[in-house]
């Protein structure tokens, strides 16, 4: 099992910048390939950005979100510039033990509870 708590969410105003973080604990040696998704109220929840040994990003933030990770912490981080209204949703953390360039959900096995981003116009 992994455990996963996500954090550094908040109320902001476009244009201004968050860092999610992801903790992550338990049997992280099988967190190969860890993610960022989001879900709008009404929407599906949508990839947002991917790591295992490289880094990849949906169309809607590249430019402007940055994923990494420090194994030494077992963290997992979002850097989000140039945050826009259209950006507001819950964000997710996600891993699973397998590699590629996994961007659907079912492709992801353990998941964290959310934290809320809120952009304002």
């Known amino acids: 099992q992994v455990q996963l708590v996500e954090s550094g969410g908040g109320l902001v105003q476009a244009g201004d910048s968050l860092r999610l973080s992801c903790a992550t604990s338990?049997?992280?040696?099988?967190?190969?390939?860890m993610a960022w998704f989001r879900q709008a109220p009404g929407k599906e929840r949508e990839f947002v950005a991917g790591i295992n040994r490289g880094t990849y990003y949906a169309d809607s933030v590249k430019e402007r979100f940055t994923i990494s990770r420090e194994n030494a912490k077992n963290t997992l981080y979002l850097q989000m510039n140039s945050l826009k209204p259209e950006d507001t949703a819950v964000y997710y953390c996600?891993?699973?033990?397998?590699?590629?360039?996994?961007?659907?959900?079912?492709?992801?096995?353990?998941w964290g509870q959310g934290t809320q981003v809120t952009v304002s116009s």
């Open positions: 338990g049997r992280t040696f099988s967190t190969i390939t």
């Open positions: 996600a891993t699973t033990a397998r590699g590629g360039f996994l961007m659907g959900a079912v492709d992801y096995t353990y």
